[in-house]
Every structure is written in C-alpha cells, then in structure tokens.
T-cell receptor, first 114, second 110 residues
Framework: NAGVTQTPKFQVLKTGQSMTLQCAQD?????MYWYRQDPGMGLRLIYY???????DKGEVPNGYNVSRLNKREFSLRLESAAPSQTSVYFC?????????????FGPGTRLTVL | AQRVTQPEKLLSVFKGAPVELKCNYSYSGSPELFWYVQYSRQRLQLLLR??SRESIKGFTADLNKGETSFHLKKPFAQEEDSAMYYC????????????FGTGTLLAVQP
C-alpha cells in the first residue's frame, strides 16, 4: 500500500517549457488535491477534484491545468513554465470532500524553473 | 477573508520543557481546525483535529472560538517531536479545502 505517489521527485525546466506532474493514490479515495509550498507561504491549494470527472480551482490556479484521469490519478500540467512557479508541489487525497476527512499527502515534487 | 496565522517560524526548547505552538485563525463561519506535522524526510501527515478532542503523541489542542485560537500543547517535549508543524483551517461542511498556516519548526534540544 504505497498511499499517494508522485512523479517526478525533482525537475528543472526552462522558462516556457511545459510539463506534467503525475499523482496516483491506491486508497480508493474520491477526492484529490494539488498544493504548492513556497518559503514563508505555507501550502496553497492550486486545484482539487471532489470526485472522478470533476475538477475545481483552488486558491492559486493561474498557470496550471489539471486532469482527473480516473479515480486513482490526478495530474497537474504547466503549459508554459515561469520562474514564479518554482516551488514544491504536493498531491493529496481524502476519502471525500467532507472537511473532517483527513488528507493524505504524497512526498512532493521539487520544481525549479530557470 | 479566511486566514491562519502561526506567528513563530522557529520554536526551540529543551527536552522535558513544555511546548506551545501558537495558531490563530480568521473565519466567520464554523471552523474545523487541524494540526499537520512533517518529520524530517517524511510526508506531511495529520496529527490531530479539534473535533476529535484527542491527545496524539502527548499533544493536545483546544479550539478557543473567543480568542480564535487553536494552540498545540505538550507538557514535556521529546527530541522525536522535532518537526515542522502546520495549523490548518477547514470551512466545515461539504468542502475539504484547507487553508494552511506558514508553519512552525519545533526544535527540541537534548
């Protein structure tokens, strides 16, 4: 039982390049989330998916797109990376969208945009 | 606007000393408060939530709606408590969008 997995662990991009961060969970959770963590800022929600087939914007969605491929997988795409997107990205999942549900986090992807 | 404030970036204490990690929130509705912890080289994980009113690893936290606070306390710190601690605010009901504080690094010295 791996929980939440993320690939890649590290990535360096040049400004303007695109890439997709992958996230998968094996806990049969309905809801999934993407956060970014910047120094001094805490974690901020980028997008979330309440259930398979639905996605919604979080606090900082600009410059990102997401796809809920199936119940297990939730990917985050940067179409044209910018230095401001240098961050650590965390994927999380929870049983449902009820606020008392615990969120389970992946190990993170450290992204640097030059 | 909803906001979570953790005023201390770093809290350094000696083993056996009491610990209090401060968390204040701003939210007009009925909040749900959580403490998440990230130990070195481990994932962020839930430590405790206010609705459970439980003690985990000796830590407790009481929601004080009057002072809009949810401070995390432990009477006697252990070296293994050293970690990054995040307070998080949930808006309650059918939404699980959490607002995190900026975190406090707890360093327990031997």
């Amino acid at each position: 039982n791996a929980g939440v997995t993320q690939t890649p662990k590290f990535q360096v991009l040049k400004t303007g390049q695109s890439m997709t961060l992958q996230c998968a969970q094996d806990m049969n959770h309905n809801s999934m989330y993407w956060y970014r963590q910047d120094p001094g800022m805490g974690l901020r929600l980028i997008y979330y998916s309440a259930s398979e087939g639905t996605t919604d914007k979080g606090e900082v969605p600009n410059g990102y797109n997401v796809s809920r491929l199936n119940k297990r997988e939730f990917s985050l795409r940067l179409e044209s990376a910018a230095p401001s997107q240098t961050s650590v990205y965390f994927c999380a999942s929870s049983e449902g969208l009820v606020s008392s549900n615990e969120q389970f986090f992946g190990p993170g992807t450290r992204l640097t945009v030059l | 606007a909803q906001r979570v404030t953790q005023p201390e970036k770093l809290l350094s204490v000696f083993k056996g000393a009491p610990v209090e990690l401060k968390c204040n929130y701003s939210y007009s509705g009925s909040p749900e408060l959580f403490w998440y912890v990230q130990y070195s080289r481990q994932r962020l994980q839930l430590l405790l939530r206010h609705i459970s009113r439980e003690s985990i690893k000796g830590f407790t936290a009481d929601l004080n709606k009057g002072e809009t606070s949810f401070h995390l306390k432990k009477p006697f710190a252990q070296e293994e408590d050293s970690a990054m601690y995040y307070c998080a605010l949930g808006k309650g009901g059918a939404t699980n969008k959490l607002i995190f504080g900026t975190g406090t690094l707890l360093a327990v010295q031997p």
